[in-house]
């Protein structure tokens, strides 16, 4: 019975050691340990041995089981091993692969041109403030020195939603909210960007547009005068449209301010020479502007005999279509991505 069981061990020993896959593996599990297995039916057998013989030859099949066991089952883990490295090394990614590109939208040439406006008057100290669209008779007109019924209401179709409140047709209103905020007594200096309305439509007008506001107040002896507004409706000008861009001052009339200026700039698409865009002239009107009205100051609470100062506004979407040379105003508002995508490129 020994050399059974000693003949049973070296020849599954070898089958062992020679098997291909766990497949196999577990046939010679089956094989030799399952419950009909040769080493099991040994067991059986047993029942022929004498007395003193039976423990020696059931430990001794037990210790095979054993050493089959722990073969068999350190066979099994090289095999799963092998399977893994197998694996890991046919499903490695390649990070060097260019990934799929991802569409990403641009920023509204208004957005750049707005934020462009404000960059540039934060640098020379101005603060950035707002105010409603929604706004009153009396901030949008009355406080500036368009008191109800005032013939030069007339340049402005507006859009009224009650007796008393309207879209504003103007950025011009928060020059009297901020005036109010400071109480009379402290320096201003800010500017406003923001959409206003106006009953017009067609392809340099549009129903809502965007203005940008400048209000400067400080104590006469200060001496904020004409010169400091050209000089920085100059700065805006230049650095917005670029440096070779020159200015035209022509008298006008708006009611908050006198004198009051309206402002022209160098044909972007001639550059001065005279084309179908500025009807020959080389000029371009971009602003409204002039020193704020004495009216306007004493009505929101700011002594006219102790402060002055000027103001301006101008429409950004223009600012924008003279910037990027865009043609039509309903461009900036039909948000086409083929129109859009083109100003990816201009920082
Ligand atoms: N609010 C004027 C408009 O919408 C523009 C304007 C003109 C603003 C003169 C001003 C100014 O501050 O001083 O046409």
């Known amino acids: ?42 067991l059986r057998g047993m029942g022929a041995l004498s007395a003193e013989e039976r423990p ?31 694996k890991l090394k046919n499903e490695t990614i390649d990070i060097t692969l260019p990934s799929k590109k991802i569409k990403r939208g641009s920023k ?21 403030i707002e105010g409603p669209e929604l706004e009153t008779d009396e901030f949008c007109f ?21 007796n008393e409140y309207l879209l504003r047709t103007q950025t011009s209103a928060i020059q009297a909210r901020e005036m109010l905020r400071k109480g009379g007594n402290e320096p ?25 506001e400048g209000l400067v107040i400080d104590k006469k002896e200060n001496h904020v005068s004409l ?29 908050f301010t006198e004198p009051s200026y309206e402002v022209d700039v160098t044909c972007f698409n001639c550059g001065g020479k005279g ?12 602003l409204g502007s002039g ?17 002055g100062g000027f103001a301006f506004g101008t429409g950004i979407d223009r600012l924008a279509m003279f910037k990027y040379g865009i043609t039509d105003m309903r461009y900036l508002y039909t948000n086409d991505v083929r129109f859009l995508g083109q100003f990816d490129r201009m920082g």
């Open 1 to 42: 019975m020994r050399e059974q069981i000693e003949e049973i061990k070296q020849k599954s020993i070898s089958e062992i050691s020679n098997a291909n896959d766990i497949k196999e593996l577990n046939e010679l599990r089956v094989k030799y340990l399952g419950k009909k297995g040769e080493l099991t039916s040994i």
């Open 56 to 86: 020696i030859i059931g430990n001794l099949v037990n210790k095979v089981k054993e050493e089959l066991e722990s073969l068999i089952s350190k066979k099994e883990e090289a095999f799963k091993e092998e399977e893994l490295n197998r």
């Open 108 to 128: 509204h040439p208004l957005n750049r041109t707005i934020e462009e406006v404000e960059d540039l008057f934060v640098s020379m100290g101005y603060d950035v």
């Open 142 to 162: 009355e406080r500036l020195n368009l008191p109800k019924g005032h013939p030069a209401r007339d340049m402005q179709d507006s859009f009224y939603i009650t």
């Open 188 to 212: 201003i200096r800010m500017i406003c960007v923001g959409k206003t309305y106006r009953r017009e439509d067609d392809a340099t007008h549009s129903h809502q547009f965007n203005q940008v």
């Open 227 to 255: 010169a400091d507004l050209k000089g920085t409706l100059e700065v805006f000008m230049k650095k917005m449209l670029g440096e070779s861009t020159e200015l035209r001052f022509r008298p006008s009339y708006f009611p």
């Open 275 to 286: 084309c179908s865009l500025c009807k020959k002239t080389g000029w371009i009107e971009l």
């Open 291 to 307: 020193i704020v009205h004495p009216n306007v100051l004493k009505m929101n609470g700011y002594d006219p005999e102790v402060y």
